[in-house]
């Protein structure tokens, strides 16, 4: 309830600003409402938000593969971590920017350089919560399961991935919303579909009743996502960790 309230207040103040302006460079929520439904019913805006979430998916699922390896090698063997370190600070010091444009230079204008683009900028991010996970699993675990005799399967299902899932949860939260806001820039420089795409377009005809209805409307989609689906399973992550009352 109480958020409710706030968000209706928000809504509440950004329509009187609106009138009191009276520009059509800041457009009440009637007009955006407007708009949106008018593309929902052409198909515009559901055709665009589908391109842009499909490559949400694509780069998060990369970035989360490659960076739960890499962050879970350079957590148990200090000579991977050594070597390895340099590569992750300068990866994570290489501007997002940059790393499109490479990309698109190297790869082509195409959707593989897309994603892939996304998913280097999301990569360090993972590997360093992963690292850090990965270095907090109890000894005493490990040791209990070597003297089990758990074979390789066993040890990471009932040792290790309990222990990661916080991890896991927290990496993907704050990876889901560094992925989507990089995927919007990678529309906007280069690709003839999505969000950003549209946002290009709608900036450079000052179309900002355009600009919020999908601003909005992708804000809206990711919130949902992170509501129904991010943070129940950041729940049952930590669930596990809950001492009975």
């Known amino acids: 309830m109480p958020r409710l309230f706030s968000l209706a207040a928000l809504i509440a103040v950004w329509a009187l600003a609106a009138a009191l302006a009276h520009s059509r460079l800041l457009p009440g929520p009637l007009a955006v409402g407007t708009t949106i439904l008018a593309d929902i019913r052409s198909g ?11 490559r949400v998916i694509g780069s998060f699922a990369i970035a989360m593969a490659l960076g739960i390896a890499a962050g879970y090698a350079m957590g148990r063997s200090k000579a991977v971590d050594r070597y390895a370190d340099a590569w992750l600070v300068v990866l994570i010091n290489v501007p997002a920017l940059v790393t499109i444009i490479f ?10 350089a897309a994603i892939l683009a996304v998913a280097v900028n999301k990569l360090p991010n993972v590997i360093v919560v992963m690292r850090e996970g990965t270095r907090a699993i109890d000894p005493e675990l490990d040791e209990m399961a070597t003297a089990f005799q758990f074979s390789w399967l066993s040890r990471i299902r009932h040792v290790v991935i309990p222990q990661l899932a916080p991890y896991l ?3 993907s939260r704050s990876g889901l919303s ?6 919007l820039v990678v529309e906007l420089i280069g690709r003839p579909n999505g969000v950003g795409f549209v946002l290009g377009s709608a900036f450079s005809l000052f179309d900002m009743t355009k600009i919020l209805s999908y601003a ?3 804000i809206v989609l990711m919130l949902v996502i992170e509501s129904l689906l991010v943070q129940p399973l950041e729940r049952r992550a930590i669930r596990w960790r809950r001492r009975p009352a």
């Open 44 to 54: 515009e805006l559901p055709f665009q938000m589908s391109c842009t979430l499909a």
């Open 103 to 112: 990309a698109y230079i190297w790869i082509g204008l195409n959707e593989t």
């Open 178 to 183: 560094i992925v989507w806001k990089i995927v």
């Open 216 to 218: 909005i409307s992708f």
């Open 169 to 171: 949860a927290a990496s």
